[in-house]
């Protein structure tokens, strides 16, 4: 129970660590990184246009979580299958947000989850 407990404590660390680290990067503070801005975040900058999900130029930190999500995708169809999602908000919210109802999720439908807690 005490390895689980410091395995939750530290991801929620490097969790809250990178998202300061996205707040500091976006330095006209419009809550998005643009390439430039971007640049501030090697993770961020290398996969700039896959976590581009919505196309317009800019990350948020919705698009940055949909994409650290996304790999889990084991068999890279660019889908998640209920069997390879490992983040528990978005295995309970399975079918709510599987929008398209083909027993999948995609980026945008993951996306969706963190606009949503946001």
Do not use: C, R, W, Y
């Amino acid at each position: 129970m005490k390895k689980l407990s410091l395995a939750l404590v530290l991801a929620l660390s490097a969790s809250t660590v990178f998202a300061a680290s996205v707040a500091k990067a976006d330095k006209d503070n419009d809550g998005t990184l643009d390439k430039n801005e971007a640049k501030a975040i090697p993770m961020v900058a290398k996969h700039f246009d896959l976590i581009d999900v919505d196309k317009d130029g800019t990350v948020d930190q919705a698009e940055i979580n949909a994409f650290k999500v996304m790999k889990a995708d084991k068999d890279n169809d660019g889908t998640l299958e209920k069997s390879e999602v490992k983040h528990k908000g978005i295995a309970k919210a399975f079918e709510q947000l599987d929008g398209d109802k083909d027993g999948t999720l995609d980026a945008k439908e993951i996306m969706a989850f963190f606009q949503k807690k946001n």
